[in-house]
């Protein structure tokens, strides 16, 4: 495929970006390290270098009551411009542009004392925030412009004024942050004010030849919201202020409907960006899962914007705009949505990482660590097992320069996430295949599919190192009757190897319970989250006439396919164990198509009747047509202990070393490790 317009340069009149690649603003945590400066300079040089032609950083507070938590990120000294200088001058190196990101939390705020527009909390921080006074405001403006002016003498060749997401400005222009009487609130002209006077004064301080990009909220996904007209209205006035471009958001980050995990279409919020570029005329850049070159390149043919912002995607792949210039797009490490490295970290407190590439945001260490390089003698090397962990050792020891043979059993790679790409809408999966074939292919790894490595063969091989990966095995819970018909692995379910009945019990609420709920909810496998269909069942008003985009009548999910009822033995809510911004969308969408949780149950026996169990010693009996287990798995190590028995050494990882809480972001981590090390 060709990418002629992703790779066409835009011209700003004052400044030319070399291409329509952008890597958006992120949360990255780096921030709160040591050295955070120079690891930043690593971090984002390293996209630079990659080819994105823009980067914007994350967040800086323009003054002390907009940092989003103690000790984040503030730009409002001048004897803080040399550190930023470390960032520009090292972007600007390895040949990219870099603009610094205003961003006022407001109400958002994760301290005691927060300030807002009016005193009314969110439903994500119960703070009750201060209300702002209009001298404050006035301080807030020339707060905004001072941070740009001081990133202007920092060598920042922009910035973007961040104003979607529930921060600040969003914050001024809805009604359901915005109760003000005064000439901050009431009419909307009013509450645009504030954004509208921000972009104007820092135009004031910068002058022409300096970007000043302002992320607008293409939808709000809140009641209470913007319609599509007021966001027009406030694009034409913001450009009138002298807007160089647009950037775009979606959704506050208090929204009800997901924006950005992996059950939301690639590039689904097409139709809301669409609506700012046809009424401006200044270049609009689309957001949100935007994760292959594909894509990317449809949106701005298309016109539907003029360029785009990868966040994740960069992430997982700093090289993504240099892979599609040098026409290798299937070298892409594609971000695959899951969120349970960096959003998922970010939450935790933890720097930000990727589950495809947990170098993301390692970069200054790599770059120490390259500084006394170690003597590397190539080996010859097994790895048994194509799951993720193995995929990962096989794939970093090849690029390490290690001869490496890869043997599976099955007849292609992938292992467990040849099952994952088969639950409704994660076929992201299929690329985390791709992208593992290709690698494989391009560092000369072996293949050796439909072959059962035993301890005899490998000795006779005589490698190096041998690397097991053999994975899990399903655990079989002690229940009598376990053997019934009725009974199904989840394995047997999720290959296609079996059928179930109307009528379903699942016996464990892990993450492979949910994912084989929601399969059965859908009532079919492998197919990726389709738009329409996606935006129709949480009730997005694509019209955008109503506030926030949300149509009146709420999410409209079908019923589910099965009657389902899951079960586990740990009394309190279920999916607890889920992914922390991905999970809650799992479980909303399962209670919509009326799938039953009975958590605190004790299993009693399987037969004829269906599952027996008991609940605070009264016996219950749910009559089923099938039960599908998901209970767990236990590690499959049986070559690891042949090997032992004939005493050659054997690294084990992945789920094979430990099946409990293992998931596709520990196996990958293990494999690369385990490969740095040998
Ligand atoms: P899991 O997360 O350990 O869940 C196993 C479930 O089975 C639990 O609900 C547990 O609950 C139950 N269970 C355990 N032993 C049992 C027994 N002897 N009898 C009856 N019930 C039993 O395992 P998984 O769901 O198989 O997932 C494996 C790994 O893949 C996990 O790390 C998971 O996080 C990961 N994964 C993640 C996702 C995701 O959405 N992020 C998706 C798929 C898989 P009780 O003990 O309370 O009954
Ligand atoms: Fe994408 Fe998952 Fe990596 Fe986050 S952790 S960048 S969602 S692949």
């Known amino acids: 495929m060709s990418f002629e317009n992703l790779l066409n340069p835009l011209d700003l009149g004052f400044t030319t970006l070399k291409n329509r690649i952008m890597m958006g603003s992120m949360h990255t945590g780096i921030e709160l390290l040591d050295q955070p400066f120079p690891r930043l300079a690593a971090f984002y040089g390293e996209r630079a270098k990659g080819g994105a032609s823009l980067i914007v950083t994350g967040g800086y507070a323009p003054n002390e009551t907009g940092k989003i938590e103690e000790g984040g990120p503030i730009f409002n000294r001048e004897a803080d411009i040399a550190d930023h200088q470390i960032i520009t001058q090292r972007v600007h190196q390895e040949g990219g542009k870099i603009l610094l990101q205003i961003l006022h939390s407001g109400r958002y705020a994760k301290e005691d004392c927060i300030v807002g527009v009016s005193d009314i909390p969110s439903r994500i921080n119960r703070r009750v925030p201060r209300v702002l006074t209009s001298e404050e405001i006035e301080q807030y403006i020339e707060d905004y412009a001072n941070a740009a002016a001081l990133a202007q003498q920092a060598g920042y060749d922009g910035v973007e004024v961040m104003g979607s997401e529930g921060y600040l400005i969003n914050q001024f222009l809805a009604l359901r942050t915005n109760n003000r009487t005064d000439q901050w609130g009431g009419s909307y002209q009013n509450r645009m004010r504030f954004a509208v006077e921000i972009v104007r004064r820092v135009k004031e301080k910068v002058g022409d030849n300096f970007i000043v990009m302002f992320r607008i909220s293409a939808i709000d996904l809140v009641e209470g919201g913007a319609t599509g007209a007021e966001t027009v209205e406030l694009a034409q006035a913001l450009e009138q202020a002298g807007v160089t471009l647009f950037n775009t958001g979606i959704g506050w980050h208090e929204a009800r409907i997901p924006t950005i995990a992996y059950m939301v279409p690639r590039g689904a919020w097409r139709f809301a960006i669409r609506n700012i570029t046809d009424h401006v005329n200044v ?146 999966f299929y690329e985390m295949i791709r992208y593992y074939r290709t690698q494989l292919a391009k560092h000369g790894v072996e293949l050796k599919l439909n072959t059962k490595a035993d301890a005899s063969t490998l000795k006779a091989e005589h490698f190096d190192d041998i690397i097991v990966a053999t994975g899990i095995v399903p655990r079989i819970p002690d229940i009598p009757g376990v053997d019934h018909p009725s009974v199904v692995p989840y394995l047997d379910l999720l290959s296609g190897k079996a059928k179930v009945g109307k009528r379903v019990a699942i016996i464990g609420a892990g993450g492979i319970g949910y994912d084989v709920a929601v399969l059965l909810a859908n009532g079919k496998s492998d197919c990726a989250p389709d738009t329409d269909e996606f935006l129709k069942k949480w009730g997005v008003d694509t019209a955008m006439t109503h506030p926030g985009g949300l149509l009146p009548d709420g999410p409209q999910f079908h019923p589910a396919a099965h009657e389902i009822t899951m079960f586990q033995r740990k009394p309190g809510p279920m999916g607890r164990g889920l992914g922390l911004t991905s999970g809650w969308v799992l479980k909303a969408e399962l209670e919509m198509t009326g799938v039953q949780c009975i958590p605190g149950v004790s299993y009693k026996k399987i037969d004829d009747d269906g599952l027996h169990y008991a609940i605070d010693g009264v016996d219950h009996v749910l009559a089923v047509d099938n039960i599908v287990l998901c209970s767990g798995q236990d590690s499959f190590n049986t070559l690891h202990r042949e090997l032992e028995a004939e005493g050659i050494q054997a690294h084990l990882i992945g789920g094979a070393a430990a099946a409990k809480e293992l998931d596709a972001l520990a196996a990958v981590s293990q494999g690369m490790e385990i490969a740095e090390q040998i």
Request: net charge negative.
């Open 283 to 428: 270049p609009v850049i689309a957001s949100n899962r935007i994760n292959t070159p594909e894509v990317a390149e449809d949106i701005v043919a298309s016109g539907d914007a003029q360029m785009v912002s990868l966040a994740r995607s960069m992430l997982a792949d700093p090289h993504f705009a240099n892979k599609v210039q040098d026409n290798r797009a299937d070298e892409i490490n594609t971000c695959i949505g899951c969120n349970q490295a960096c959003l998922d970290f970010i939450f935790q407190h933890k720097p930000t990482s990727c589950l495809v590439n947990p170098l993301a945001a390692r970069e200054f260490d790599e770059e120490i660590a390259r500084q006394t390089p170690t003597k590397t003698t190539s080996k010859k090397i097994a790895v048994i097992g194509s799951g993720p962990a193995g995929l990962s050792a096989a794939n970093t020891a090849a690029q390490l320069g290690h001869s490496v043979t890869l043997y599976d059993s099955a007849s292609e790679i992938g292992g467990q996430l040849n099952l994952a790409k088969k639950v409704p809408d994660k076929t992201e």
